[in-house]
T-cell receptor
Framework: AQSVTQPDIHITVSEGASLELRCNYSYGATPYLFWYVQSPGQGLQLLLKYFSGDTLVQGIKGFEAEFKRSQSSFNLRKPSVHWSDAAEYFCASQTGANNLFFGTGTRLTVIP | GAGVSQTPSNKVTEKGKYVELRCDPISGHTALYWYRQSLGQGPEFLIYFQGTGAADDSGLPNDRFFAVRPEGSVSTLKIQRTERGDSAVYLC????????????FGQGTRLTVV
């Protein structure tokens, strides 16, 4: 069965510090992988996606993620966090034409 | 419209009542998804439409839940005999087609069953 694990429920970082949010997937084949961000009162917004090819993918708002098959991971990174990045982040996987499987999310708090 | 529109944004209903939640996808998007997001959880899949037909309804929790998309555009999620456990944010998403394209999400309908 397909599943996505985000081991960190809540992360706090200082503004300007680097960020890494962890995501592990479980599936026999390599699924499509996504990171979404959800701000209070806002819909889910796609940050980036991985389908195939280059394992380092660039997204919006300065985010990037690296697919590592050997570790079944797709961690999200940002070199310097801004206060506006405070939000809930969801990793998701998709196989073929099927629906998205979401992790439970990681809440990011940014302190001045 | 420019994005996925969901109405109402908030709905409070009494236990046992019937509710309908509406989703207006992005024009031209053939794939439409419903998800449910409980507090502190990620969205959970309910049902997926390709055109007018439900291609996958395996996520519907029981037969009190039903969804339609009669003309391949607007979709309505219907919940009968609501229970307090149905309280959640119901999210709708659409994509141009189900393969290799981004799913755009609406802001959701927050359903509260009292």
């Amino acid at each position: 069965a397909q599943s996505v694990t985000q081991p960190d429920i809540h992360i706090t970082v200082s503004e300007g510090a680097s960020l890494e949010l962890r995501c592990n997937y479980s599936y026999g084949a390599t699924p499509y992988l996504f990171w979404y961000v959800q701000s209070p009162g806002q819909g889910l917004q796609l940050l980036l996606k991985y389908f195939s090819g280059d394992t380092l993918v660039q997204g919006i708002k300065g985010f990037e993620a690296e697919f590592k098959r050997s570790q079944s991971s797709f961690n999200l990174r940002k070199p310097s966090v801004h206060w506006s990045d405070a939000a809930e982040y969801f990793c998701a996987s998709q196989t073929g034409a099927n629906n998205l499987f979401f992790g439970t999310g990681t809440r990011l708090t940014v302190i001045p | 419209g420019a994005g996925v529109s969901q109405t109402p944004s908030n709905k409070v209903t009494e236990k046992g009542k019937y509710v309908e939640l509406r989703c207006d996808p992005i024009s031209g998007h053939t794939a439409l998804y419903w998800y449910r997001q409980s507090l502190g959880q990620g969205p959970e899949f309910l049902i997926y439409f390709q055109g007018t037909g439900a291609a996958d309804d395996s996520g519907l929790p029981n037969d009190r839940f039903f969804a339609v998309r009669p003309e391949g555009s607007v979709s309505t999620l219907k919940i009968q005999r609501t229970e307090r456990g149905d309280s959640a944010v119901y999210l709708c998403a659409s994509s141009l087609n189900p393969m290799n394209t981004e799913a755009f999400f609406g802001q959701g309908t927050r359903l509260t069953v009292v």
